[in-house]
């Protein structure tokens, strides 16, 4: 059974920073792609960043609100994914998916983490 | 930058009825970039549909998926009460990669 279990998420000042952790389980985790969804409260879903896998290269990408704030990373011997958020801004309050990414479309999806920005 | 249009923004039908959601992007797109997703209250969404039209993994047969060019649709042949929840569609791009519709919300009449 795929398992996404997402944690480190909290209260955060506006500015802050906060490390996010999705342990995964039941699957092949170094050949994963993974990524990063987020739903502010009473809102629609955004995407905010994808990781290939390390023969994908590892490399990332992101959307524009969070590129140059927000790191995605991945830790294939603990299969864990991490997301690295620098320079919190009240709009990045939401509930944080880990999801992995298969062709084009999400197809397991972690339980979700809050994180609030606020002073 | 696509952008998806989900319509109605509420549904409201009985148990036993058929669901029909529509999602509507703003340009052209490959059936293969369009997927459809479910989430209930306090959870998280689910994968219903991806390639336009392929069930996920256990996912029931009263769900199917159609559509290209720019219109895509989600059918509900009889409603269950368990499938009342809110309805995305979600599709591959450019920048951003990902984008998704706004939700339908299917309630119960």
């Known amino acids: 059974e795929v398992q996404l279990v997402a944690s480190g998420g909290g209260l955060v000042k506006p500015g802050g920073s906060l490390r996010l952790s999705c342990a995964a389980s039941?699957?092949?985790?170094?050949?994963?792609?993974m990524s990063w969804v987020r739903q502010a409260p009473g809102k629609g879903l955004e995407w905010i960043g994808r990781?290939?896998?390390?023969?994908?290269?590892?490399?990332?990408d992101y959307a524009a609100p969070v590129k140059g704030r927000f790191t995605i990373s991945r830790d294939d011997s603990k299969n864990t994914l991490y997301l690295q958020m620098n320079s919190l801004k009240t709009e990045d309050t939401a509930v944080y998916y880990c999801?992995?990414?298969?062709?084009?479309?999400?197809?397991?999806w972690g339980q979700g983490a809050l994180v609030t920005v606020s002073s | 930058e696509i952008v998806l249009t989900q319509s109605p923004g509420t549904l409201s039908l009985s148990p036993g009825e058929r669901a029909t959601l529509s999602c509507r992007a703003s340009q052209s797109i490959s059936s293969s970039y369009l997927a459809w997703y479910q989430q209930k209250p306090g959870q998280a969404p689910r994968l219903l549909i991806y390639?336009?039209?392929t069930r996920a993994t256990d996912i029931p047969d009263r769900f199917s998926g159609s559509g290209s060019g720019t219109d895509f649709t989600l059918t509900i042949s009889r409603l269950e009460p368990e499938d009342f929840a809110v309805y995305y569609c979600q599709q591959y791009g450019s920048s951003p990669l990902y984008t998704f519709g706004q939700g339908t919300i299917l309630e119960i009449k």
């Open positions: 039941g699957f092949i985790f170094n050949s994963a792609w």
């Open positions: 999801t992995t990414l298969t062709g084009y479309h999400f197809d397991y």
């Open positions: 990781i290939k896998s390390g023969t994908g290269s590892g490399t990332t």
């Open positions: 390639d336009a039209s």
